[in-house]
């Protein structure tokens, strides 16, 4: 136990009393740790880049842009479609938005906002098309609720209409039954007439059987003829007074129709008016009320599998790693080589090694990368088109990654700590990239800085290229962002070569070496 | 006899610790000179300050008339260095390094193909062209680094104690091998602890203590320089030395007798007639020797007795400094 614990005591002593060994073994993972952890704590997703198109932007249009703009989104207005799924490819915007021309919510309209997203960046397409669709659909639902809202008090209004015309047509009902006892009364008064007249015809008949037999009967005719003259009279003044009652009935009946007649005008315009508000809601499609935004999401790529989307970051990942590792590694050994020396006394300049450096570990890496895209130019034969410029594109990306991991050998006195370095380095580049989580959902001030991540702008430049088959010219903002580093690469080599090689002669002079 | 190298007040520190202090050197062409010196004395330091490996403090150094400072690829042009390490690639062949290494120094290609099979056949490598530096035995990756370092032909080759760490049968190999190099007016600068390789082996030498050069010259003339005696060495087979001492005491040719455990060591001026009178005397006292050599002081002796007479001037000086600030 005691041998056990003085050995862990030696190693670790061993281990710190080697600042750069400490330094990257024990603190470089707390720092990683550190750095990612206080950079991922967020659930959010920030400075979202709308790119916004129409010919023509309507209230309904705005309102929308207006819905879309928040702290978390920025809307764009560009100047043609074109330029809007253009930026999309480039990286300027996380989606494009192309309203229809004078968008609105009419009947029987097929209009569709279109959104074009970055299908390739499968992990932020998805948040950023269900967060674009909500604020959409919340925009949808609200004029949805507007147009229901209208059919509704409109049905509202005519209730109330019809609830109010609802006595004028009692009114009607009792007086249509007034006229029918009036109508029956006009019946019975007419019948009563025509009895009269039937009795009027038979004294008639009876009178005028009395003339014939006149010559030959004295008194008893003429009393006969008086008594039929009686009752004619009688039968005359009846029918007088039923006429009269006829009169008069039609009369009140007349009166009546013309109150009818009104009551009947009020509800017609009642009625018209129920209709004309009707005929005035202009949304009466089921389809548009229920969903009155319609979008559609169009992808700026062709439809692809995932491992198409994922090709360019593969080939970023490898170029990274091997680069770096490869660089770093190759200049430590030449550090610990016993001929390190040898090479330092002979007549060759230091610019020589590092360029020879630099370019043997470029041969090696533009091999592989070569075997790479000679492979999909297999799968996707239509690459050929873009190898050239990919190819040129590979070599700055390949070169500015093998300055780093040059850097990091001459910085290292090991190659455990080279190794590690190097890994270390190549993971914060790739954790601060969009690969493992967007970088959308770091806070902008830290995106503002790690969108100068060179794994990020490479990676920017080979999807450009791959994904979008956009020329080369296209990505001139990340090849100079890619030449500036070079330089500066360049130059620092310069420096921690001098310096470091004077500290290492120092270190192993005193070591007796 | 030209002065190949001339260092002139070479003064070199790292940090606070001053290795090199004051160093002057003149080293002819095309001589064996040797650096001698304890671990630790500044041997190493000087080599590589001179090849312009480090740049020094103070002073000047001269290769032919040319300034260092100014001429340093000439000047790596006309020197081969070989270290103590072994500086090869261990994972390329013989050939490898010597192309290599070759073609750093500015060989024509025409050239270098002829110069390597030279240099090859030169460290008696013929054998192993092709195989690997790292599977050659320690002897032949001396001798290739020997051979890395003559490649490109140079007028002045520095070995870094190159017979460090190797068997007595290899050592003698590299002495023989170095002093074939200088049969082919190669100036060769080497660096010892073993100071009777270097008698043996150099032309000039210089002793070298804590950075500072003692003395320098040939190793006669540092060994004249200490003491112009001879001495007698030697055992009797009775060891009755005492009548010896009373015998020679007197004699004026004697400066010295020493009875050192199973010998009597005698420091005269003239050898001749003291061994004849000793032979004499013993011949008389019927004893018989049984070992007896006259010889010149070792350089070792020299080496030792400049050393001391060094750290004593030292300690007197910081006495004397101590006492100055008491005071």
């Known amino acids: 136990m005691n041998k056990l614990l003085t050995i862990i005591k030696k190693n670790f002593k061993i281990l710190i009393r080697s600042k750069s060994s400490a330094l990257i073994i024990i603190f470089g993972p707390l720092l990683l740790i550190l750095l990612v952890g206080t950079a991922f704590n967020t659930a959010s997703l920030y400075d979202i880049k709308v790119g916004a198109y129409s010919e023509t932007y309507s209230e309904l249009s705005e309102s929308i842009i207006t819905k879309l703009q928040d702290e978390q989104y920025k809307v764009i207005k560009t100047d043609s479609q074109d330029n809007c799924i253009n930026g999309v490819k480039s990286g300027i915007y996380h989606l494009c938005v192309i309203f229809p021309p004078n968008l609105e919510i009419k009947e029987g309209s097929e209009d569709l906002i279109e959104i074009y997203v970055d299908q390739s960046r499968m992990n932020l397409v998805y948040a950023i098309k269900s967060s674009i669709t909500s604020k959409v659909s919340s925009r949808s639902k609200e004029i949805s609720t507007g147009l229901t809202g209208i059919i509704i008090s409109q049905l509202e209004e005519s209730a109330k209409s019809l609830e109010e015309k609802k006595a004028t047509l009692s009114s009607l009902r009792a007086s249509t039954g007034n006229i029918g006892s009036k109508i029956n009364s006009l019946v019975s008064t007419s019948k009563d007439i025509g009895e009269s007249i039937n009795t009027t015809y038979d004294e008639l008949a009876q009178l005028e059987e009395l003339n014939l037999k006149q010559q030959n009967v004295s008194g008893s005719y003429y009393k006969g003829m008086k008594i039929l003259i009686e009752a004619l009279k009688v039968e005359m003044r009846l029918f007088n007074s039923s006429t009269s009652t006829i009169s008069q009935n039609s009369e009140n009946l007349l009166t009546d129709i013309a109150s009818y007649t009104d009551n009947i005008r009020d509800i017609e315009t009642t009625t018209s008016k129920i209709i004309q508000d009707v005929n005035a809601i202009q949304v009466k499609d089921v389809e548009s009320i229920v969903s009155p935004i319609k979008t559609e999401t169009k992808t700026v790529t062709a439809e692809r599998t995932h491992i198409n989307y994922l090709f360019p970051t593969l080939i970023m990942i490898v170029v990274m790693f091997v680069s770096l590792l490869l660089s770093a590694i190759t200049v430590i050994r030449e550090k610990l080589s016993p001929a390190y020396f040898r090479n330092f006394i002979s007549p060759t300049g230091s610019f020589l090694f590092i360029f020879a450096t630099y370019l043997t570990n470029i041969l090696i890496i533009v091999l592989q990368v070569a075997i790479v895209l000679v492979v999909m130019l297999f799968i996707q034969p239509e690459m050929s088109n873009t190898l050239l410029n990919l190819g040129a594109a590979v070599l700055i990306i390949t070169s500015v990654f093998i300055l780093l991991g040059m850097i990091v050998g001459y910085l290292f006195s090991s190659e455990e700590t080279a190794t590690v370095g190097a890994i270390s380095l190549g993971t914060i580049l790739l954790f601060f990239s969009n690969t493992i989580i967007p970088l959308e959902t770091l806070p902008a001030w830290i995106k503002q800085i790690v969108d100068y991540n060179l794994f990020v702008v490479s990676d920017n430049i080979l999807r450009a290229l791959i994904l979008f088959k956009q020329p080369l010219e296209s990505t001139l903002q990340q090849i100079y962002i890619l030449i500036t580093y070079t330089a500066v690469f360049i130059v620092l080599i310069a420096i921690i070569y001098k310096a470091s090689t004077e500290i290492y002669n120092i270190k192993r002079h005193l070591k007796g070496k | ?327």
């Open chain 2, 1 to 327: 006899m030209e002065n190949q190298i001339e260092i002139k007040n070479l003064t070199k520190s790292f940090g606070s610790h001053v290795v090199l202090k004051d160093v002057n050197l003149n080293i002819p062409s095309p001589k064996i000179f040797g650096i001698i010196g304890e671990s630790g004395s500044g041997k190493t330091t000087l080599l590589k300050t001179i090849i312009g490996f480090w740049h020094f403090d103070n002073g000047q150094i001269m290769y032919e008339g040319r300034n260092l400072e100014k001429d340093r690829n000439f000047i790596k042009q006309i020197v081969g260095f070989a270290t103590q390490d072994n500086c090869v690639y261990p994972k390329l062949t013989v050939k490898e390094n010597l192309e290599y290494f070759g073609s750093l120094s500015n060989v024509p290609s025409g050239t270098l193909k002829g110069n390597i099979e030279k240099v090859i056949r030169f460290v008696n490598l013929q054998d192993s062209t092709n195989k690997l530096a790292e599977n050659l035995s320690g002897g032949m990756q001396r001798r290739l680094d020997i051979a890395c370092a003559l490649v490109h032909n140079p007028k002045i080759l520095i070995l870094d104690e190159p017979t460090e760490d190797l068997d007595p049968l290899l050592r003698r190999d590299i002495l023989n091998l170095i002093r074939k190099i200088n049969l082919n007016e190669t100036t060769v600068i080497i660096t010892s602890h073993l100071l009777h390789e270097a008698e043996q082996l150099c032309d000039n030498i210089a002793i070298l203590h804590q950075g500072c050069v003692l003395k320098y010259g040939s190793p006669e003339h540092l060994k004249d320089s200490y003491t112009k005696d001879e001495e007698i060495h030697l055992i009797t087979k009775n060891k009755n030395y005492d009548k010896l001492i009373k015998l020679l005491k007197n004699k004026q040719k004697v400066s010295n007798i020493e009875k050192l455990g199973r010998k009597i060591v005698i420091y005269t001026k003239e050898a001749e007639p003291i061994l004849s009178l000793l032979l004499s005397e013993l011949k008389k006292e019927k004893d018989r020797i049984i070992q007896i050599d006259v010889r010149r002081p070792s350089l070792g002796e020299v080496f030792e007795n400049l050393i001391k007479k060094s750290d004593g001037v030292k300690k007197g000086e910081q006495a004397s400094n101590n006492n100055q600030e008491k005071l």
